[in-house]
């Protein structure tokens, strides 16, 4: 039986947008590595959406045409939900979260708070006011509901802090966000949290009704340009002991919120100090999709389509390393 699969991804669809030209790199990259890969599962007819002039009218038309969705999308300003409540509305079964869990996730403040209640450890999470949490000095500051390190900062506050970092932190964040939050309050969307000393790391995993399923585990690149941070890619596989903390971290952290479904990546740091912490959980594909679909013997999207129907494949990797840039470079050595 032929199975219809809706895929969507927003810098793609609607390159105009606002937010969508900073992610459009990664944004293709993952766009073209998911139709090459549901095209090739026997059965399986595709369909996409790019450079719409009616972006929500053109979504719902291929959403009621489709048996099911895989939507691509930023979290910010609601917009992954929303594409997601499209396909919901018109019938579309997603191969990823529903819109309430997603908002949920997007949601760093109520996603840390979570966690602490489950015991999952994460880093204090408050939001941000101007001042550092009490007895913090190193700290990260960034939107409440961003994705892939946007507006993201890292700066000393407090006695004996950087001024001058935590002047430029304050000037500069405010007018980022402006240009995303559309006359929304910028300096409520933000958080602060204290930065962990360790290797941030990223797993993904495949989420049916009866298995949840971790990818191989990938080593994050991410890189201070100023008192900014930046995401540049990562690489995998990380070496054994590293893998199992970071499965163990990141299965804790999902197993802590319901309804998480289809294709979902958690972003975890390895502490120097031997304890590890969630992060962030991002309800949708990740950039290091690219890289990891390089080490799968096999079709990842296959797989994810008998994970989500309740069946249990097998995941075999290549013995390869894979390293992997935000704009869709990928090098296996």
Known sequence: MTQRVFVYEYTCAVPGSPGAEPLRAEGTAMLEAVLEDFTSVPHVVVS??????DEETEFRRSARSADCAFVIAPETN????????????EHCPLLGPPPEVIEHCADKL????????????????QQWTGAAPAGRKNVIIKPRDGAGCEATYT????????????????????HLLARRAHGQSERDDLIVQPRIAGLAASVAFLIGPS????????????????????YRGGSAPLQPVLADRAVRIATQAIDAVPGLFGYVGVDVV???DGRDWAIEINPRMTTS?????????????????????????????????????ADGQVTVS
Not at 164 to 174: G, K, R, W
């Open 78 to 89: 609601g917009i992954l939900a929303q594409r997601a409540a499209w396909a919901v509305e």
């Open 110 to 125: 109520a996603l840390a708070r979570t966690w602490q209640k489950a015991g999952v450890l994460t880093p204090d999470t």
């Open 48 to 53: 996409t959406l790019c450079d719409a002039r």
């Open 289 to 325: 999709y690219i890289g990891l679909r390089r080490l799968f013997r096999g079709n990842l999207m296959e797989a994810l389509l008998q994970v989500v129907a309740g069946r249990l494949p097998e995941l075999v990797w290549s013995n390869h390393r894979v390293a992997f840039t």
């Open 270 to 272: 390895l502490g120097d």
């Open 211 to 230: 298995c949840s399923l971790p990818l191989l585990p990938c080593a994050q690149r991410i890189e201070p340009i100023g008192n900014r941070l930046e």
């Open 155 to 174: 700066t000393l506050l407090g006695p004996g802090g950087n001024r001058e970092h935590a002047a430029q932190a304050s000037d500069s964040l405010p």
